[in-house]
C-alpha cells in the first residue's frame, strides 16, 4: 500500500470507499466497516422499510418491521381521506369491496371524516344496494352526526325515495333533529322532492318542526320555488306565518327568490304580509325595492301596511325610490304613504332617489310635497345626494324647489364639497352660481378644494380657486388641499395651488384642536350661528 493511501485511511474522520465483505459499502469514520446501506436502515428506530411482502405486494411497515408471513390488514383502522376503509368503498359505491370488508368484520358504526357514519356516507350517494348490507350488519339507523345528523335526513336531501322507504322500515326516525337541514322532511322539501316528502308525512312526520338553515319545511320549499311541496304541506295545515330560520317567514323567503305563484298561494292562505323577516324586514320593502309591481299591488290588496318602518331604506317607499320604480312609488303614494317619512338609509324616500339620480321619481315626490331640505341618512339632504353623483338635472330640479345650497350635514358637509369630490364641473358650476360657500369647513376633506384636489379634478379646483377659495384652509383628511394633491401625486394640481401661494411647508393641525373645531362648528349650526 502506497504511503500517501495508508496516511489517508488512518486520518481520523476521513472517509474511505472499499468493499466490504459481501458487497459495497463505505468505511465510517475512525476507519471501522459500515454494514450494507439496507442493514443500517432496517436498525433505525421510526424508519419506513419498503418491502416485498409475499405475492410481489409491495407495503410500507412503521418502525422498520418487515411484513411477515400472513399478517393481515387492520380492518378497521382509522385516518387518511375517508376515514375507515369502509368509508373509502362506500363513497365510490363498491359493493364488492364492501362486502369483502364487511365479511373481514368491518365496524359499520365506526365514525369517518366527510358524513361521520358509514350509512349516512352511503345514503348520500343514494347506494340501496349497500345500504341494505349495512343495515344487515345492524348499522345505526338512528347515529347522529355529521352534515345532515342523521342517515334519513342524508337520504331525503338526495331525494332517495326507495331508500328512504327502507330507513323507515328499520324504524328510522322521522322526526329526528340535526344537521343543516334540521329534520328530514325539510332537506325534502329543500330540495322539492314531491315523493320522498309525500313518504315522511305519511309516516307522520311534524310539518311545523322548527330549526335547519330555513327553520322549517315550509319555508325551505318556499325559497325553491316548489309549488308542489308547497300544496303538500300546506294540506298538512303547515303554519304559513311561522317565524325563524334564514328568510324569517315562508312568504320572506318566497319573496326573496321571485316565485310569485308561490306567493299567491301564500297569501291565499293568509299569510301575515306585516309579519318582520330577516333582510327587509318587511315583505313589501322587499317587493319595492326590486320594483315587483303586480306583487305590491297584491300586497297592499292584502292590507299590508305602507308606512311600515325597518330595515335598510326604511319605509317601501324609500326603497321603491332608491331603485328608480316609477309605477311602484306612484302605487304606495296612491296608498297614502308617508312622503316624509324618515329613516333608514338615505333617511328620505326624496333623498334615496336624488342619489341614484331618478328625475321621475323625485318629480313625482316633489309633487307630493316632500320635504326638499329635510335633514339625515347618508348625505345629509336630497341637494347633497344628487350632487355628489353628478345628476346635473336633479340638482336643477331641486333648487328649483328652493333647496338651500348652503345646507350642511352628512359625509361632505355641503353639496359644493359632494360634487367637487366627485369632479362633476357642471352641478359644482350650478352651485356655485346659486351662491354656494365655496370656503364652508366640515366634512370628509374639510372644505370643497381640499376635496377637489384629493381627487385630482384640476378643472374644479381652477373653478374654486377663481372663486377665491382659500388655498391655505385647514381642516379634513389632509388637512390642507395641497397635501391632499400631493398624497395622489396629482402633479397640475399641486402646481395650480402652488401658483396660488400654498403653504409648501404647512403643519397640520393636532387631532384634539381638530376635533375641538369640528365640535364648535357643529354646535354653531344648531344654534344657527354664522
Known amino acids: 500500500m502506497a504511503a500517501g493511501e495508508e496516511c489517508r485511511r488512518q486520518r481520523p474522520g476521513r472517509r474511505v470507499r472499499q468493499r466490504a465483505p459481501g458487497g459495497v459499502g463505505w468505511r465510517s469514520r475512525g476507519g471501522c466497516a459500515a454494514a450494507p446501506r439496507q442493514e443500517r436502515r432496517c436498525q433505525c428506530p421510526g424508519r419506513r422499510l419498503r418491502q416485498r411482502a409475499p405475492g410481489g405486494v409491495s407495503s410500507w411497515l412503521p418502525g422498520g418491521r418487515a411484513a411477515a408471513s400472513g ?26 369491496v364492501f362486502q369483502l370488508l364487511l365479511e373481514k368484520n368491518a365496524d359499520v358504526n365506526a365514525q369517518g371524516r366527510w358524513f361521520d357514519y358509514m350509512l349516512h356516507t352511503t345514503l348520500s350517494g343514494g347506494h340501496e344496494a349497500v345500504v341494505r348490507l349495512l343495515l344487515e350488519k345492524n348499522a345505526d339507523v338512528n347515529a347522529q352526526g355529521g352534515k345532515y345528523g342523521t342517515a334519513l335526513q342524508a337520504a331525503s336531501s338526495g331525494g332517495h325515495e326507495a331508500v328512504v322507504q327502507l330507513l323507515l322500515e328499520k324504524n328510522a326516525d322521522v322526526n329526528a333533529q340535526g344537521g343543516e337541514y334540521g329534520t328530514a322532511l325539510q332537506a325534502a322539501s329543500a330540495g322539492g322532492h314531491e315523493a320522498v316528502v309525500q313518504l315522511l308525512l305519511d309516516n307522520n312526520a311534524d ?33 304559513v306565518s ?21 306567493l299567491r298561494l301564500l ?33 297592499l290588496e292584502k292590507n299590508a301596511d305602507v308606512n311600515a318602518q325597518g330595515g335598510e331604506y326604511g319605509t317601501a317607499l324609500q326603497a321603491a325610490s332608491s331603485g328608480g320604480h316609477e309605477a311602484v312609488v306612484q302605487l304606495l303614494l296612491d296608498k297614502n304613504a308617508d312622503v316624509n317619512a324618515q329613516g333608514g338609509r338615505y333617511d328620505t324616500a326624496l ?13 313625482l315626490l316633489l309633487e307630493k310635497n316632500t320635504d326638499v331640505n329635510a335633514q339625515g341618512g347618508k348625505y345629509g339632504n336630497a341637494l347633497q345626494a344628487a350632487s355628489s353623483g ?6 336643477r330640479l331641486l333648487l328649483g324647489k328652493n333647496a338651500h345650497v348652503t345646507a350642511q350635514g352628512g359625509r361632505y ?42 381627487g385630482g379634478h384640476e378643472a374644479v379646483v381652477q373653478l374654486l380657486l377663481d372663486k377665491n377659495a382659500h388655498v391655505n384652509a385647514q381642516g379634513g383628511e389632509y388637512d390642507t388641499a395641497l397635501q391632499a394633491a400631493s398624497a395622489g401625486g396629482h402633479n397640475s ?36 350661528c354664522s
Not at 332617489?353 to 321619481?361: D, E, K
Not at 358637509?413 to 354656494?436: E, F, I, M, P, Y
Request: net charge positive; charged share 20%.
Open 413 to 454: 358637509d355641503t353639496a359644493l364639497q359632494a360634487a367637487s369630490a366627485g369632479g362633476h364641473n357642471s352641478v359644482v358650476q350650478l352651485l356655485l352660481d346659486k351662491n354656494a360657500d365655496v370656503n364652508a369647513q366640515g366634512g370628509e376633506y374639510g372644505n370643497p378644494l381640499q376635496a377637489a384636489s384629493a
Open 351 to 363: 333623498q334615496a332617489a336624488s342619489a341614484r339620480g331618478c328625475l321621475a321619481v323625485v318629480r
Open 267 to 299: 297569501l291565499e292562505k293568509n299569510a301575515d304580509v306585516n309579519a318582520q323577516g330577516r333582510w327587509f324586514d318587511y315583505m313589501l320593502h322587499t317587493m319595492s325595492s326590486v320594483g315587483h309591481e303586480a306583487v305590491v299591488r297584491l300586497l
Open 71 to 96: 399478517e393481515n390488514a387492520d380492518v378497521n383502522a382509522q385516518g387518511g381521506k375517508y376515514g375507515t376503509a369502509l368509508q373509502a368503498a362506500s363513497a365510490g359505491g363498491h359493493k364488492v
Open 493 to 528: 394640481v399641486v402646481q395650480l395651488l402652488l401658483d396660488k401661494n400654498a403653504h409648501v411647508n404647512a403643519q397640520g393641525e393636532s387631532t384634539a384642536t381638530r376635533s375641538r373645531r369640528r365640535r364648535l362648528a357643529v354646535t354653531r349650526r344648531s344654534c344657527g
Open 207 to 239: 310539518v311545523s318542526a322548527q330549526g335547519g338553515e330555513y327553520g322549517n319545511a315550509l319555508q325551505a320549499a318556499s325559497a325553491r320555488g316548489c309549488l308542489a311541496v308547497v300544496r303538500l304541506l300546506l294540506e298538512k295545515n303547515a303554519d
Open 390 to 395: 353628478g345628476h346635473e338635472a336633479v340638482v
Open 242 to 262: 311561522s317565524q325563524g330560520g334564514k328568510y324569517g317567514t315562508a312568504l320572506q323567503a318566497e319573496s326573496a327568490c321571485g316565485h310569485k305563484v308561490v
